[in-house]
C-alpha cells in the first residue's frame, strides 16, 4: 500500500505558484521523498526528491517540515503544460533495498488560463 | 534527466498471441529494471523488479509463467506478456535506475497493448 496520502484533485491559475500537499506521516528514517507526475498516455517523469533537507531544481521546490510527516511540491509559475497527476512517493533509496516505488492515486492538477 | 526507451510504443495482437516489449536504458547502465501495469482511470501497479543477470522478482498476484521477464543486460530489459488475452490489454511502463548513488528511477514513455 502506499504510505502518502495526497488530495485527489487541484485546480491552479496559470502563471501562479501551484502548491502540492502530501503527508507521510509513517515515514522511516532512511527513506526519502520522491515526486513524479504523468501528463495523460505517457510514463510518469521525474521531479525532484528529498530526505530532509528544502530542495529546489529547475521544475520545482520541494519543502519538506521539520518532522518530515508531510511535504509540499510548489510550483513557481504554473503553465497550461503543468496539467498532470503528481504523485508523492515515500521510498528507500540508494543500494539494493528493493527501491521500489508504490505508487499512491496522486493528485490531478488542472492548470486553467 | 536519464533516458529510458520502449517498443514498441502500441501494438495490438490477436487473443492467444505473445508479445515482446522491450525498455532500453539509453545514456546509463541500469542493474535494476521494474515493470508496471496502468488501467484506465487507475494509478501504475507494480508487477516485477528485473535483476540483470539473475531471475525477476514478481509482486504478489502477477503470474511469473505469464508475464516473463528477461533482463540479459545492463541496459535492456524485456517483458513478453504470453498467451495474452483480453484482459491483458493495458498500459506497460518500464522505469530503470543507474547503478549507485540514489538511483533515481526514469520512466519508460510507455507501451499501449491492446488484445483482440
Not at chain 1, 22 to 46: A, F, L
Not at chain 2, 71 to 82: C, E, I, N, Q
Not at chain 2, 95 to 102: E, N
Request: aromatic share 8%; proline share 4%.
Amino acid at each position: 500500500d502506499a504510505k502518502t496520502t495526497q488530495p485527489t484533485s487541484m485546480d491552479c491559475a496559470e502563471g501562479r505558484a501551484a502548491n502540492l500537499p502530501c503527508n507521510h506521516s509513517t515515514i522511516s528514517g532512511n527513506e526519502y521523498v520522491y515526486w513524479y507526475r504523468q501528463i495523460h498516455s505517457q510514463g510518469p517523469q521525474y521531479i525532484i526528491h528529498g530526505l530532509k533537507n528544502n530542495e529546489t531544481n529547475e521544475m520545482a521546490s520541494l519543502i519538506i517540515t521539520e518532522d518530515r510527516k508531510s511535504s509540499t511540491l510548489i510550483l513557481p509559475h504554473a503553465t497550461l503544460r503543468d496539467t498532470a497527476v503528481y504523485y508523492c512517493i515515500v521510498r528507500v533509496a540508494g543500494g539494493n533495498q528493493g527501491g521500489k516505488l508504490i505508487f499512491g492515486q496522486g493528485t490531478e492538477l488542472s492548470v486553467k488560463p | 534527466g536519464a533516458v529510458v526507451s520502449q517498443h514498441p510504443s502500441w501494438v495490438i495482437c490477436k487473443s492467444g498471441t505473445s508479445v515482446k516489449i522491450e525498455c532500453r536504458s539509453l545514456d546509463f547502465q541500469a542493474t535494476t529494471m521494474f515493470w508496471y501495469r496502468q488501467f484506465p482511470k487507475q494509478s501504475l501497479m507494480l508487477m516485477a523488479t528485473s535483476n540483470e543477470g539473475s531471475k525477476a522478482t514478481y509482486e504478489q498476484g502477477v503470474e511469473k509463467d505469464k508475464f516473463l521477464i528477461n533482463h540479459a543486460s545492463l541496459t535492456l530489459s524485456t517483458l513478453t506478456v504470453t498467451s495474452a488475452h483480453p484482459e491483458d490489454s493495458s498500459f506497460y511502463i518500464c522505469s530503470a535506475g543507474a547503478a549507485g548513488g540514489t538511483d533515481t528511477q526514469y520512466f519508460g514513455p510507455g507501451t499501449r497493448l491492446t488484445v483482440l
